[in-house]
T-cell receptor
Framework: AQKITQTQPGMFVQEKEAVTLDCTYD???????LFWYKQPSSGEMIFLIY??????QNATEGRYSLNFQKARKSANLVISASQLGDSAMYFC????????????FGGGTRLMVKP | GAGVSQSPRYKVAKRGQDVALRCDPI?????LFWYQQALGQGPEFLTY????????KSGLPSDRFFAERPEGSVSTLKIQRTQQEDSAVYLC????????????FGQGTRLTVV
């Protein structure tokens, strides 16, 4: 069975600084996708970035980049130039491509941006 | 609306009461998912529809949980004889098709069983 681990329950970052949120995963399937979602206090899950297991380059989306280290089974999220609006819960998730379409989520990291 | 819509946003149920939670996916989205998110935890998969077909219900915690999507659009998650451990946020997500990278989530329904 697949598993996602986020070891940082909470993180502080100074506004305008960069921050890395850790995510490790466990699967024996070679074909999978990794996702990061942001969940503000309003409750909705907002898609941030996606990395496929066969992608050669790390994914980037604006201020978000995914540091994908396949051999270590890690998919850390890097947020550059943090903004106050980045304060939220962040979830790492995985989808096994040949085993249904559902996402398996980690326990989340609460990011707090200090002014 | 343009996004996934869930109703009600909040529901308080007495233990033993039946509840029905509604999800309106994005128009044209084939895939629809239900997740359960307990307080302070990540969402956990409940069930998956492709159009009107329920292809996976392996995450439903008991036979008190039932989901349907009869016309391949709106979905309803029904919980019978609610118990306190059912208290959670129930999230609905839709995606354009199987294998599409991005799933769009609604704001969820927060169910509190008292």
């Amino acid at each position: 069975a697949q598993k996602i681990t986020q070891t940082q329950p909470g993180m502080f970052v100074q506004e305008k600084e960069a921050v890395t949120l850790d995510c490790t995963y466990d699967t024996s399937d070679p074909s999978y996708g990794l996702f990061w979602y942001k969940q503000p206090s309003s409750g909705e899950m907002i898609f941030l970035i996606y990395q496929g297991s066969y992608d050669q380059q790390n994914a980037t989306e604006g201020r978000y980049s995914l540091n994908f280290q396949k051999a270590r089974k890690s998919a850390n999220l890097v947020i550059s130039a943090s903004q106050l609006g980045d304060s939220a819960m962040y979830f790492c998730a995985m989808r096994i491509n040949n085993a249904g379409n559902m996402l398996t989520f980690g326990g989340g990291t609460r990011l707090m941006v200090k002014p | 609306g343009a996004g996934v819509s869930q109703s009600p946003r909040y529901k308080v149920a007495k233990r033993g009461q039946d509840v029905a939670l509604r999800c309106d996916p994005i128009s044209g989205h084939v895939s629809l998912f239900w997740y359960q998110q307990a307080l302070g935890q990540g969402p956990e998969f409940l069930t998956y529809f492709q159009n009107e077909a329920q292809l996976d219900k392996s995450g439903l915690p008991s036979d008190r949980f039932f989901a349907e999507r009869p016309e391949g659009s709106v979905s309803t998650l029904k919980i019978q004889r609610t118990q306190q451990e059912d208290s959670a946020v129930y999230l609905c997500a839709s995606s354009l098709s199987r294998g599409t990278t991005e799933a769009f989530f609604g704001q969820g329904t927060r169910l509190t069983v008292v």
